[in-house]
């Protein structure tokens, strides 16, 4: 059983969200946001198993006619002719292929490039994205295929709606829509119901840092979407986030995921 | 002049200061909203479209039926399973990255390339200047290109200035708004959170050539975590331009659409404002 928590807009709480559920639920917590992946502050794994993650990348040998049909097929422009060989720009190569099917020499091998990391345990996994490296997307997918085994995961989205999103949303079987109380919340919001419901993923909305009835509220009864929980505002709330300690810790807030995690359970 | 507003960190509060750095400078600096996957800048303002165009910044494959012969071949080529079998070849639109592997892989030419829409590119008016900005399509590819073609359409603006707000993460959408921009500044916050995903930022911005400022937004929430970001500021030669206090006032201006340096008797603004005249004044001298 996979839930996605995602959100639209950037810093609503997806973190905070995932990993206080995840304790809660008894999942498995996996930080697809390999940009910038934050739920290790917070759950302070102790990792048994890392490795590198690598992306194919094409290198010529000495049967290349200088022909250019690779040149060509490369949807991404990360190979260039130039004089006597073919150069190939690194961090535009999605490792698709495509070079290596166009070529009729047989003059494109291959190597593996790292591009980002991979930590994990029994119970947490995550993926980190080399700096200066663009595509998050190709360490999301063997971050779940790594972590297939777990039963019950929580997938930590990256913010968005980009494809990097859809990666991580791909195949669950729910999903969490985290936002705050704001325009811009309510706005990214939008989009990323736009995204769920493209996807048929069914979803219920967390209104994260709730004070009073919200602009959010009249929306979501508007629209008919339900809301699976409120988490109360409050500068503990924000002061405990802040050191990276678990939201569950106090009292108050536990009661209020065990609201949550009883909702989840209920509607899978 | 490119100066680029940026964080790392989502939510830190990057569309909170890039609006009041707009609403602060003159018309002749052009904003552009970098976020094309949830762009907000423009809830900021009154804006008025002065023109809209669609952008077709990826590819998609395309099986025409009457030439497969159902041999699979294009199946196991795909690197990125956006290909299944199902009495006929299919595509997963949302999978699909355009790469067009399957179409050499094809031994019956059934396989073509399509360019799609990934977005619109739209260009507005807004009280003191212009506004470039997207909106992606969710779900789409090609945030990066799109991303190029908002600035693209700004430098078309011949203004002398340009001001961008740019999205979350230090991916290609980052790597697209930075590229070419003179300064930066890191709008961070006291967490841990916050401070780690600054540090990957910074590090970034260092290999772009991009100079960079610190803005410290809420400082107040997490002292020590601030004297932490001061000390690597201080080591890394960083100027902290501003410490902002959290202010409730901040959600209020935005449900309103007012910038909060607009805002009456906030002390967020005020912070923020002094700020921009700091940075100002650092970049002219």
């Known amino acids: 059983m996979d839930v996605v928590v995602l959100s639209g807009k950037g810093g609503t709480g997806k973190t905070t969200i995932a990993t206080n559920l995840s304790k809660i639920l008894g999942y498995a917590y996996v930080d697809c946001d390999v940009e910038e992946p934050n739920g290790y502050i917070f759950l302070k794994p102790k990792i048994s198993e890392e490795k590198e993650v690598k992306l194919w990348n094409p290198t010529m040998n000495n049967n290349c006619l200088l022909c250019g049909r690779c040149v060509t097929a490369c949807e991404y422009n990360a190979l260039v002719k130039v004089l006597d060989k073919i150069m190939i720009f690194e961090e535009l190569c999605h490792g698709c292929g495509a070079c290596q099917l166009a070529c009729d020499n047989e003059a494109i091998e291959g190597f593996d490039r790292t591009i980002g990391i991979l930590k994990k345990n029994h119970e947490f996994a995550m993926g980190q994205l080399n700096l200066r490296e663009p595509m998050g997307g190709p360490i999301i997918s063997v971050l779940k295929k790594e972590t297939n085994h777990f039963e019950h995961r929580i997938l930590d989205a990256p913010p968005g709606t980009s494809c990097s999103v859809v990666k991580a949303v791909q195949g669950s079987d729910y999903a969490i829509l985290v936002t705050e109380p704001t325009a811009f919340g309510l706005h990214d919001l939008k989009l990323a119901i736009q995204l769920i419901q493209d996807m048929k993923i069914p979803f219920g909305v967390i209104i994260n840092r709730y004070e009073s009835h919200t602009l959010i509220d009249d929306y979501l009864n508007d629209m008919n979407i339900p809301c699976i929980g409120r988490v109360p505002f409050s500068r503990e709330a924000a002061v405990q986030y802040s050191k990276g300690d678990l939201l569950i810790e106090s009292e108050k807030y536990h009661q209020v995921f065990e609201a949550i995690g009883h909702q989840v359970r209920r509607l899978l | ?285």
């Not at chain 2, 002049?1 to 018309?27: C, D, N, P, W």
């Not at chain 2, 007012?258 to 009456?264: C, D, G, L, Q, R």
């Open chain 2, 1 to 285: 002049m490119r100066i680029v507003v940026i964080s790392g960190k989502g939510g830190t509060g990057k569309t909170t200061v890039t609006a009041s750095y707009a609403h602060l400078s003159q018309s002749m600096t052009v904003k552009v909203d970098c976020d094309v996957d949830a762009s907000n800048l423009h809830l900021m303002f009154p804006t008025k479209v002065h023109e809209r165009y669609g952008f077709k910044g990826a590819k998609k494959a395309v099986v025409e039926d009457w030439n497969c012969s159902l041999c699979g071949r294009c199946i196991s080529s795909c690197k990125f399973e956006a290909l299944s079998m199902n009495d006929k070849v299919i595509v997963s639109d949302l999978l699909c990255e355009g790469c067009g592997a399957c179409r050499y892989a094809c031994p019956s030419d059934a396989i073509r390339l399509e360019a799609v829409t990934t977005g619109d590119v739209i260009l507005s008016e807004m009280p003191n200047g212009l506004i470039s900005r997207a909106e992606m399509i969710p779900g789409e590819e090609g945030s990066g290109k799109l991303v190029s073609e908002v600035r693209k359409q700004a430098d078309r603006s011949e203004r002398d200035h340009q001001l961008l707000d740019g999205s979350p993460g230090i991916g290609c959408s980052v790597i697209a708004s930075i590229t070419g921009t003179d300064v930066g500044v890191v709008v961070t916050e006291p967490t841990q959170s916050g401070l780690e995903d600054m540090k990957r930022v910074l590090a970034l911005m260092k290999h772009f050539d991009v100079v960079p400022y610190v803005l410290i937004n809420k400082y107040d929430i997490n002292e020590d975590i601030v004297r932490a970001i001061e000390t690597l500021c201080l080591g890394e030669k960083i100027e902290i331009i501003g410490k902002v206090p959290f202010d409730s006032k901040v959600n209020l201006a935005i449900n309103q659409g007012t910038p909060i340096v607009a805002f009456k008797d906030s002390v967020a603004g005020r912070a923020i404002e002094k700020s921009f005249y700091k940075l100002k004044e650092r970049i002219l001298s």
